[in-house]
């Protein structure tokens, strides 16, 4: 009697089966009664915690932005061969000078300048009177200013030959960071392309490039001043309470069967900083000097309108 009730405790006490307590004296076969430790339990691994599955992640904003930027390029791109379809040719870029995002069409193909090579004029005269630790001249001022805001060919004339000519303002490029423009001697037969023309508009604007602070301000004065009879191109697409600063060019010769050269580049600003970009459009084979301008501001309405800035 004494050994049975003995072996009876002895079976109701702690059972270690690899490490796991079992507790009674049964074993549960599915059909109820005691048994073994709850499910949740199992030998030699204690208590098992079930593991959720990791939540997908989703996009983030910056990628979200980055895919929205290259949808609009897209469809700008469309937009613009739509165009090429039927016009002569031409090139545009966009530089957003508050994020740095920059687009371009066709951004290497060369162009004559005609007269917009006048921005380069000033900038390389701007940085010589820097590195004079001056400010610029009466003279000088009263050459610049009507090269810039009159598009006058003889002050041009003068300000290139006196800044040393095709070689120096080769060298001036150099600083500026245009590498896809060759300088002629004929200064208007100056050839570009618009992935240059944003970088040097880019230079104007950039408390970080070669130009200071004045010399800045004064390329900005002058060109968001250009007489009326001037502001076609890049102002177009100016929305009310921005400003604009623009150099236009324009050129016939018989070399092109009489057709137009006809380029605009320049930078649309708003007060808020909301907008801030630069754009340079370039163009030929246009038939006539009116058609050109439209077809340049067409071009630049576009990016507008799909870029969204």
């Keep these: 009697m004494r050994l049975t009730r003995q072996w009876i ?15 009674g004296l049964g074993v549960q076969d599915g059909r109820g009664g ?14 098992s915690t079930p593991r959720a599955s990791p939540a997908s992640r989703g996009p983030s904003a910056e990628e979200l932005a980055k895919a929205e930027r290259a949808q609009r390029a897209k469809k700008l791109d469309a937009a613009l061969k739509k165009v090429a379809a039927e016009a002569p040719e031409f090139s545009v870029a966009v530089l957003d000078n508050r994020t740095g995002q920059h687009y371009s069409y066709r951004g290497s193909e060369a162009y004559d300048t005609a007269s917009i090579v006048k921005v380069q004029v000033l900038a390389c005269l701007l ?25 006058d060919n ?29 300088v002629r001697t004929a200064w208007g037969l100056t050839r570009t392309t618009v992935d240059d023309q944003v970088k040097l508009l880019d230079v104007l604007v950039d408390s970080r490039g070669p130009l200071d602070a004045d010399s800045r301000q004064t390329a900005f004065l002058m060109m968001s001043t250009v007489v009326d ?18 150099k236009n060019g324009w050129d016939t010769r018989t070399a092109d ?14 007060a808020d900083d909301h907008t801030d970009v630069s754009i340079a459009v370039l163009s030929h084979n246009n038939p006539s000097m009116n058609a050109g301008i439209g077809l340049v501001e067409k071009v630049a309405t576009l990016t507008r309108e799909h870029l969204k800035y």
């Excluded at 940085?127 to 009159?150: K, Y």
């Design 9 to 23: 405790l002895a079976l109701a006490v702690v059972i270690i089966v690899g490490g796991v307590a079992l507790i």
């Design 34 to 47: 005691g048994g073994l430790l709850p499910s949740s339990l199992t030998i030699g691994g204690g208590t």
């Design 127 to 151: 940085l010589r009177a820097q590195d004079e630790e001056r400010e610029l001249t009466s003279g000088e001022r009263a050459l610049a200013e009507p090269m810039i805001r009159r598009s």
């Design 154 to 182: 003889d002050a041009t004339s003068t300000l290139f030959g006196q800044l040393g000519g095709r070689a120096a303002i080769t060298r001036c490029n150099e600083r500026l960071g245009l590498t896809e423009t060759e």
């Design 229 to 246: 009879s001037q502001q076609w191109g890049v102002p177009q697409v100016a929305e009310r309470g921005e400003a604009a600063t623009v």
């Design 257 to 270: 069967g009489g057709r137009w050269a006809i380029n605009s580049i320049g930078r649309v600003v708003s």
